[in-house]
């Protein structure tokens, strides 16, 4: 227990960091456009409509719209415009922000009595005068209603951010429901229920001043709620220049190699932090962009994604290509193979695949539509899932995406029938899964890569310390790496899984 909070005050800080700004921006947009909203129905209408619109937006895929976004100005500016981490994360949560604040503001200005408003026109205020002296002070309440909506709005969608590389408290959540560790989980949730419960609370005492009219409270909540800010955000600003950044994607093995990774770099003398649960397209540009300076692909992953390849040739050939295309289009350097593979591979529970008589694809193909399909979120709109349907015409009875976790639990309850596993995955030995045959090489190759950033291209000490890794790892000993941290009992951290697995390591 004690190590899975360990980790929560630094995150919590992020989060801080994060929310607040996003909340600011949020308020300093809003403010004024509910001013002139007020006074121009035009721009009310288009200004709250188009603050509705972003509310129909999921957060998740809004800050994800934002990495390509932002890479594109970047390249229209001659690049230095971060695409990942924070600036993402605080436009896009700086967007949700708006609509309570912006329609509070406006329905509190729209409401005003007349007789107030003629009155204070009648003692010869002029328009400034009159909102600051008399719109303003009636009409906050209202507004700090909606700011007060707007800050737990914030806060909660800020764990998010993780998908986009900005630490945040997210980071346990996503790790958590990933290895099923669930004091991960609720060290998260708590840590995000508290922070949102404390900041709601200091501003309803402020809301309540104002409407009372107690200057004392409301500075005094307010004070307090900023030293409190500025006390846990004090380690929560960006790391310096020497800090090396270890990308990963979004599972069990990812966490593990990304702390085998940052091990080696440590031992070298490297200063290391984690940018971890990243989307497939957003690790491999976080690296080409310089935001991350290592990480571990999958050569069929970046064959048929990023390239989009539709041939499949042998595994070796895959991986000179994805080498060569990294090299000439993005200036990323694949060091080389770890040795291992991880690719898609269809599979049923052991009993079951032989007592109907399935040993590939193609016997699958056969008796697919009286069978249910459970895939990772990803996978149906994968270029491998086409594939293999041109090749086998697989139509299944239903299919439903999982996180991968739970793809292997409805396989073992069964729930599902079939699920596309992954190679390396300790859970195929351990529940005894049947993987099948694919006769007709549908599925491409997946050799683990090891990947630097462009400007690690020439660092002879950064490539020395990773070196070792080349070559170094079997599909076994990354299993067994897995199964440490995915089993149900005796779980190890992704970090104590990474040192097993290192003490084992091919020399």
Request: overall charge positive.
């Amino acid at each position: 227990m004690s190590a899975a909070f360990a980790r929560v005050p630094e995150l919590l800080a992020q989060h801080l960091l994060l929310a607040f700004s996003a909340l600011l921006l949020g308020l300093v947009i809003a403010l004024p456009l509910a001013i002139l909203s007020a006074r121009n129905r035009t721009v009310g209408r288009i200004a709250l409509g188009f603050a509705s619109l972003v509310q129909t937006i999921p957060s998740l895929a809004l800050l994800a719209l934002f990495y390509p976004l932002l890479l594109w100005v970047s390249a229209l500016f001659g690049g230095g415009i971060p695409a990942l981490g924070f600036l993402p994360s605080l436009l896009a949560l700086s967007l949700y922000a708006l609509l309570p604040i912006l329609r509070n503001g406006v329905t509190g200005l729209a409401t005003l009595d007349p007789a107030v408003l003629e009155a204070a026109d009648g003692v010869g205020m002029t328009r400034t005068q009159r909102l600051r002296l008399v719109e303003a002070p009636l009409v906050a309440p209202i507004v700090m209603a909606g700011i007060r909506t707007a800050a737990v709005w914030t806060i909660g969608a800020a764990t998010l951010s993780t998908t986009v590389g900005q630490p945040s408290l997210g980071d346990l959540i996503f790790a958590g429901l990933q290895t099923q560790n669930w004091t991960l989980v609720l060290a998260g949730c708590a840590a995000a229920a508290g922070l949102a419960l404390a900041v709601d609370a200091l501003l309803g005492l402020a809301e309540h001043g104002i409407s009372q009219r107690k200057r004392g409270l409301v500075w005094g909540s307010l004070s307090v709620l900023l030293v409190g800010a500025l006390v846990a955000l004090a380690p929560a600003w960006p790391a310096g220049k020497g800090v090396v950044t270890v990308g990963a994607k979004g599972f069990s093995e990812q966490y593990i190699l990304a702390r085998l990774i940052g091990h080696r770099l440590e031992a070298a003398g490297y200063a290391v932090r984690y940018r971890e649960g990243l989307g497939s397209a957003v690790a491999f540009g976080a690296l080409a962009a310089g935001d991350a300076d290592v990480y571990v692909d999958y050569s069929g992953t970046l064959w048929t994604n990023q390239m989009q390849r539709r041939d499949v040739p042998p595994r070796t050939a895959i991986v000179a290509g994805v080498g060569q295309w990294a090299k000439q289009t993005h200036g990323v350097t694949l060091l080389g193979t770890l040795g291992f593979e991880n690719a898609y591979a269809f599979a049923m529970r052991g009993e079951d695949a032989k007592r109907r008589g399935i040993a590939s694809l193609a016997d699958l193909a056969a008796q697919a539509p009286g069978l249910d399909f459970a895939t990772d979120i990803e996978f149906l709109e994968r270029p491998e899932w086409a594939a293999v349907q041109r090749a086998y015409g697989l139509r299944f009875k239903s299919a439903r995406p999982y996180q991968p976790t739970f793809m292997y639990r409805a396989l073992s309850s069964g729930k599902a029938d079939v699920i596309p596993a992954f190679s390396s995955d300790g859970r195929i030995p351990a529940d005894k899964l049947a993987l099948l045959s694919d006769p007709k090489g549908a599925i491409p190759g997946y050799d683990a890569i090891l990947l630097l950033a462009p400007n690690r291209a020439d660092d002879t000490r950064f490539q020395a310390a990773l070196r070792p890794l080349i070559g170094a790892i079997t599909v076994e000993r990354m299993r067994g790496a897995n199964y440490l941290v995915d089993r149900d009992s005796d779980k190890r951290s992704p970090d104590e899984a990474a040192r097993w697995l290192e003490n084992g390591l091919k020399r």
